[in-house]
């Protein structure tokens, strides 16, 4: 009798596979003083904080659950970084010199460990209020301090806050342009969360889990996740342009 052996059909058994993405959150305030009518003396703790714990507790798959995404997550804030002893005190955040305008060996080692951790990221997310109805000046001098070599050929994610009912909105489409222009570019899901402190305690615990404006970072990090994962094949195959 003829015998038929029937092998499996290897197309449709799935490989899993794990992706931990580099990512780097870049906190927009460097605000330290609490305001007169009270306050936090800085609000967007709050929300880096819930960013921070949102990434931590998350995994998730990319297309039918072949590959599961986690974030290693590095945290750049200005005022560590423009402290004393800060990565970039010998500049400035008034930027008098630029790691693009330097000569790489005489660049401070914390200048250049940043500036490493920054280039090697898979994507960024910024997290920054307004102020003036744009981009704070201690977001812009973080990263300008760096030239777009460092951050092209990656996503970035934009999540804006305010104490009042605007959310940020206004800063978030100047930082869109931002990001463009030194080759992060942002997916098009923005994270826009207004009066803040009625929405998170101060180590970011969510005072509703259902609140439908905290349902905007989810769908954030969703496209996130795929850009980054697509861009980091891309980079790895045939490198950068």
Not at 5 to 27: G, Q
Not at 70 to 79: A, C, F, K, S, V
Not at 126 to 133: G, I, T
Not at 182 to 188: A, D, I, N, R, T
Request: with cysteine.
């Amino acid at each position: 009798p003829n015998l038929v052996c029937r092998l499996p059909n290897i197309s449709r058994i799935a490989i899993m596979t794990s992706v931990s993405l580099k990512t780097v959150i870049f906190v927009g305030s460097a605000r330290s003083v609490v305001p007169p009518w009270g306050g936090d003396s800085r609000l967007g703790d709050r929300v880096v904080n819930w960013v921070k714990s949102t990434l931590a507790d998350r995994s998730t798959t990319l297309g039918e659950g072949d590959t599961t995404i986690t974030h290693q997550i590095r945290i750049i804030d200005p005022i560590e970084v423009f402290g004393p002893n800060g990565a970039l005190s010998h500049s400035g955040g008034e930027l008098r010199e630029p790691t693009f305008f330097t000569n790489p060996s005489a660049l401070p080692p914390a200048a250049k460990e940043l500036q490493e951790e920054i280039k090697g990221a898979d994507c960024y997310l910024v997290v920054s209020p307004e102020y003036n109805h744009s981009i704070p000046p201690a977001l812009s001098s973080v990263m300008g301090h760096f030239g777009s070599s460092n951050y092209k050929c990656k996503p970035s994610g934009i999540i804006t806050y305010s104490p009042g009912p605007f959310a940020g909105m206004r800063a978030a489409m100047a930082i869109q342009v931002m990001c463009h222009e030194l080759g992060c570019l942002p997916v098009s899901k923005l994270c826009g969360l207004p009066a803040v402190s009625a929405l998170l305690e101060l180590d970011g615990t969510p005072k509703d889990a259902d609140e439908r404006m905290l349902k905007q970072l989810p769908e954030l990090l969703t496209q996130l996740e795929w850009m980054a994962v697509a861009m980091k094949n891309q980079r790895e195959k045939v490198g950068t342009f």
